[in-house]
Nanobody
Framework: VQLVESGGGLVQSGGSLTLSCAAS????????MGWYRRAPGKQRELVAI???????TYADSVKGRFTISRDNAKNLVYLQMNGLKPEDTATYYC????????????WGRGTQVTVSS
């Protein structure tokens, strides 16, 4: 299993970033995909989920600002983040409950997002 997150960086408050998730094999079709984040000193939290049927769920804190999507041709899942706030600063990871269960809790390295005020 490979999960490779990219696209993080430093951005000013109100700015935008797009994160990408590349996964090995047929993971997206089997499990869907989600984005999680962990801020310093806090537990990892779910940000957004894209199911195999195409439905999406978002954390209340990012609704209306973040969008999860998938590019089937490129086999990538994206997290478009607009209106970024300092409290969005965290390391972002892609994963999904089904995949975590199948792999015994595998996580990629994540990508760091830092939002300056």
């Amino acid at each position: 299993v490979q999960l490779v997150e990219s696209g993080g960086g430093l951005v000013q408050s109100g700015g935008s970033l797009t994160l990408s998730c590349a996964a090995s094999g047929n993971i997206f079709n089997l499990y869907g995909m989600g984005w999680y984040r962990r801020a310093p000193g806090k537990q990892r939290e779910l940000v957004a989920i894209l199911t195999t049927s195409g439905s999406t769920t978002y954390a209340d804190s990012v609704k209306g600002r973040f969008t999860i999507s998938r590019d089937n041709a490129k086999n990538l899942v994206y997290l478009q983040m607009n209106g970024l706030k300092p409290e969005d600063t965290a390391t972002y990871y892609c994963n999904t409950p089904g995949l975590m269960s199948a792999t015994g809790g595998f996580w990629g390295r994540g990508t760091q997002v830092t939002v300056s005020s």
